[in-house]
C-alpha cells in the first residue's frame, strides 16, 4: 500500500491516465470506481459514458459497495452499503459481507485488499445540512395539487389568475412544465412525487387496479421552478381511449421536458408507437398553431417550433437495463434504431434520453432521474422557461384546437381528427371509420 493510501489519502481506480497515482476527486456510480480529475475526464468524453452519474467526493469519502448493487445482488443487503475494502484483483468496492461471501474461495482468498476508513455517519457532520433539508421540507409542505383538466378536456380553471393563485407563484415568474406519460399502473404519480417532492404524497397515489389519475393533475415544484404535470394512464379501462390520448397529447404540446415511465423487464412497442404518433400529430398540427400564439394572445416571448426533450425512465428488476451489454453502443443510439425498425421518426422531439435504474430491493433509486431533469431543466438553448400566463395561454390554444367530439374509432394510434381537422385517416396511414362532429 502507498503511503497517500495509507495516510487515508483516496488514489484513482482507473490509471487510465494518470497511472493510479493521482488522488480521486470524482466517483463514477456506473464505472464502479473513483477517478482523479484526469481520468474522469478522458474517460467520459466516450459517447457511450457521457451520460455516466459522477459526483465530486468530500474528504474522507467512501463508495458504495460495488457487489450489492451489482449483477450477483447481495441477499442479506436491504439496500445500498458503503464498502469496507476494494480488490484489487477484481476492481471491485466490497461491503463485509459481500468480500466474505465472494472471497471464501482458494483462489480469490489471495487477492490483494486495500481498506477505506470508516464511512462517517451522515448525523455527525453537523447541523447545517439538517437546516438545509428542514427549510426544503416546510416549502413542499405547502404544496397540492390541482385538476387543471378533466377526462372530458374540459378546463377546471377560471382564468389565467386563478391558475396562477393556484400554483401559488408569482405573476412574471419564469417556470417550465414537466410532464410524465406512461401506461395506468406503473407508477407515474409516485414517481412524481419521489423525484419532485422528496416522498410527500402531492398526486395521489393507490394500490388498488383502479387509475386512481383521471384527467390532468398539475403542481408547483418551489425548489426547481417546475410546473409538474400528472397525466391519465395509456391503455386504462374507459370507454374513450381516443379522447384519452387527444389529452394526453395537448399536455404534451406545452411541456418542455416529457418523462415516459415504464416499469417492464423490456422496453416494448407501444412505447415508440406511442411517441412516434405523438411526434407526429405535433409537427402536423400544433407546431403552427403554437407560434402563431403570439399574435393571437399578443405575448412577448416566442414559442418553440421544436416540441420537448423526453427521458425514458426505466425500472427492471430482472433484466439488465439497456445498453449494458453493449458497452460499445450507448443507449440513444439503440432506442433510434428501435425506432428505425418500426418505421416511426419522433422527429418533432429536441431530443430523447434513456434514464435506467435496476431495483433488486425496493426503494426504487429516483436519483438518476433527477439529475437527468435537473440537466435538461439548465438548458435553455431550446426550450425557454416563461411564465405561467403564458404556459395557460399555450394550454388554451391546445384546447381550442382539438376541443371537437370525434366519434372515429382509434385503434393503437392517434387519429388525425381528433385534432379538429379529419381528413379521412390516422397519422399511421390508417382509415377512419368515424365521423367527426366539429
Not at 112 to 128: K, R
Not at 376 to 387: F, V
Request: charged share 25%; glycine share 10%; net charge neutral.
Amino acid at each position: 500500500m502507498s503511503a497517500q493510501a495509507a495516510a487515508g489519502t483516496l488514489l484513482c481506480q482507473e490509471s487510465y491516465a494518470c497511472g493510479g497515482s493521482d488522488q480521486a476527486a470524482y466517483e463514477c456510480d456506473e464505472c464502479g470506481s473513483l477517478q482523479c480529475v484526469r481520468c474522469e475526464v478522458e474517460l467520459h468524453r466516450q459517447e457511450r459514458m457521457r451520460n455516466h452519474d459522477r459526483v465530486r467526493i468530500a474528504p474522507g469519502h467512501v463508495p458504495f459497495c460495488d457487489s450489492c448493487k451489482g449483477d450477483g445482488g447481495c441477499p442479506m443487503s436491504g439496500g445500498r452499503v458503503r464498502a469496507v475494502v476494494r480488490c484489487q484483483g477484481c476492481k471491485i468496492n466490497l461491503c463485509l459481507d459481500c468480500q466474505k461471501r465472494t472471497h471464501s474461495g482458494v483462489n480469490k482468498r489471495k487477492h490483494p485488499l486495500s481498506p477505506y476508513p470508516p464511512s462517517t455517519p451522515v448525523e455527525n457532520n453537523g447541523g447545517a445540512g439538517d437546516g438545509e433539508m428542514q427549510a426544503l421540507k416546510a416549502k413542499l409542505e405547502k404544496v397540492r395539487s390541482f385538476l387543471l383538466v378533466d377526462e372530458k378536456e374540459e378546463t377546471q380553471v377560471k382564468d389565467e389568475e386563478d391558475f396562477v393563485r393556484r400554483l401559488d407563484c408569482r405573476r412574471e415568474e419564469l417556470l417550465k412544465v414537466v410532464s410524465i406519460f406512461g401506461n395506468t399502473g406503473e407508477g407515474k404519480s409516485h414517481t412524481l412525487n419521489h423525484t419532485f417532492f422528496m416522498g410527500r404524497e402531492v398526486f395521489k397515489t393507490s394500490p388498488t387496479q383502479d387509475s386512481c389519475t383521471v384527467g390532468v393533475w398539475v403542481a408547483m415544484d418551489p425548489i426547481h421552478r417546475v410546473v409538474v404535470m400528472d397525466t391519465e394512464g395509456l391503455l386504462g379501462a374507459g370507454a374513450n381511449q381516443g379522447q384519452r390520448t387527444r389529452l394526453l397529447l395537448k399536455v404534451l404540446a406545452v411541456s418542455d421536458l416529457v418523462i415516459y415511465r415504464t416499469h417492464s423487464d423490456r422496453l416494448h412497442d407501444d412505447l415508440f408507437k406511442f411517441l412516434g404518433d405523438a411526434s407526429d400529430a405535433y409537427l402536423k398540427h400544433f407546431t403552427k398553431e403554437l407560434k402563431a400564439t403570439t399574435a393571437r394572445c399578443g405575448l412577448n416571448v416566442p414559442l418553440s417550433t421544436l416540441g420537448p426533450a423526453v427521458i425514458i425512465f426505466h425500472e427492471t428488476v430482472h433484466t439488465k437495463l439497456l445498453g449494458s451489454d453493449k458497452p460499445s453502443e450507448c443507449a440513444e443510439r439503440l432506442l433510434q434504431e428501435r425506432f428505425r425498425k418500426l418505421g416511426l421518426f419522433p422527429e418533432a422531439f429536441s431530443s430523447i434520453q434513456y434514464r435506467g435504474t435496476r431495483t433488486y430491493n425496493p426503494p426504487t433509486d429516483f436519483s438518476g432521474l433527477l439529475r437527468s431533469l435537473e440537466q435538461q431543466l439548465d438548458n435553455n438553448s431550446t426550450r425557454s422557461p416563461r411564465s405561467a400566463t403564458v404556459i395557460y395561454k399555450a394550454l388554451q390554444v391546445c384546447v381550442c384546437v382539438g376541443g371537437g367530439v370525434c366519434g372515429g374509432r382509434v385503434v393503437g394510434c392517434v387519429c388525425v381528427c381528433v385534432w379538429g381537422e379529419c381528413e379521412g385517416v390516422c397519422v399511421c396511414g390508417g382509415e377512419c371509420e368515424g365521423v367527426c362532429g366539429l
